[in-house]
Each structure stands twice: as C-alpha cells, then as structure tokens.
C-alpha cells in the first residue's frame, strides 16, 4: 500500500505563484511514477502532469505547460508541483496519484491522495 498527503495549497492571486507537495509512505517511492491531477467545480478530475520513478520524464497538461514544474526529491519521498503565472482556471482541487509504473503515464494509478485545494481569484 502507498499513502499519498498532500499539501501547500491556498488561496493565491492570479499571476501568482504555489507549491504543492506530496509525501509518501508505505512503499518504495523510488519505485513509484507519481501524477498530479486536479478537479474543479462541475468538472471531471483532469490529468495535470506526471514524473517517472527515475525522474527522467515529465509529461504535462497543454494548459499548464510552461507555467508548472513537477520534480521529485526521492531522499525525502516526496514530489513537488510548482505552480507560477497562476489563473482563476486552475482553481481546483489538487490530487496526487501514484503507480508502481515504468511509464510516467497520463492515466491514473491506484494510489490517491485526500486532495489539497488552490484557489486563483482574479
């Protein structure tokens, strides 16, 4: 089993900048391909970006490419979301996703965290 928590989520003005992060237990997290995705109000979750379990593959979202940065610290089992140039569009609630995966895939793996929520006013 893995636990996924997220954190750093917040309240920001359009333009701004966020950090979310994403610890992890229970399970090697070298070995994991860990996914951001994001669900705003009346829409459906949506994938954000993704890093593989060597760190050598980001996929991203067109709508935040540029403007997000998805890394990882194995040393501390975490993954971290930069976010900079923010819009009140990625007002949403903010998940981590995990997977025992080679592939830094764009679909979703088993593991979920409880969500962290960013809000962008304009």
């Known amino acids: 089993q893995v636990q996924l928590v997220e954190s750093g989520g917040g309240l920001v003005q359009a333009g701004g900048s966020l950090r979310l992060s994403c610890a992890a237990s229970g399970r090697t997290f070298s070995s994991l391909a860990v996914a951001w995705f994001r669900q705003a109000p009346g829409k459906e979750r949506e994938f954000v970006t993704v890093?593989?379990?060597?760190?050598?593959?980001?996929n991203y979202a067109d709508s935040v490419k540029g403007r997000f940065t998805i890394s990882r610290d194995n040393a501390k089992s975490t993954v971290y979301l930069e976010m900079s140039s923010l819009k009140p569009e990625d007002t949403a609630v903010y998940y981590c996703?995990?997977?025992?995966?080679?592939?830094?895939?764009?679909?979703?793996?088993?593991?979920w965290g409880q969500g962290t929520q960013v809000t962008v006013s304009s």
């Open positions: 996703n995990a997977d025992l995966r080679v592939i830094a895939s764009t679909t979703p793996g088993r593991y």
């Open positions: 890093i593989s379990w060597r760190g050598d593959t980001r």
